[in-house]
Nanobody, 128 residues
Framework: QAQLVESGGGLVQAGDSLRLSCAAS????????MAWFRQPPQKERDFVAA????????ELADSVKGRFTISRDYAKSTLYLQMNNLKPEDTAVYYC?????????????????????WGQGTQVTVSS
């Protein structure tokens, strides 16, 4: 059974760093484009970062550029989100996603509907 499991969330102070991990299992995700989305309290889920199938291209939301980095380790079947200089507005449940449909080699997919597999989410809370 295909599964994505996020970890690494927690309660931190503004200016701190966290690294989120998303462990993939149950199918070969190495051919999938992948991404991180987040859902702040009482708001809709939004795009955060995406990485292409081959790992060569990444895309970040404007609100996190310069602070967040997305990467993937094919050997470990794991997606990462390195978050530096965290701000209270980064508080949200963070979800990883994988695109089950065929992915173009170097393309980044930015919309929720383009992803088929989702993790259960991990909470990140940033205090001021």
């Amino acid at each position: 059974q295909a599964q994505l499991v996020e970890s690494g969330g927690g309660l931190v102070q503004a200016g701190d760093s966290l690294r989120l991990s998303c462990a993939a299992s149950g199918r070969d995700f190495s051919n999938d484009a992948m991404a991180w989305f987040r859902q702040p309290p009482q708001k809709e889920r939004d795009f955060v970062a995406a990485i292409s199938r081959n790992g060569d291209n990444t895309e970040l939301a404007d609100s996190v550029k310069g602070r967040f980095t997305i990467s993937r380790d094919y050997a470990k079947s794991t997606l990462y989100l390195q978050m530096n200089n965290l701000k209270p507005e980064d508080t949200a449940v963070y979800y990883c996603a994988a695109r089950g449909k065929p992915s173009l080699l170097a393309y980044t997919y930015l919309r929720e509907r383009e992803y088929d597999y989702w993790g259960q989410g991990t909470q990140v809370t940033v205090s001021s």
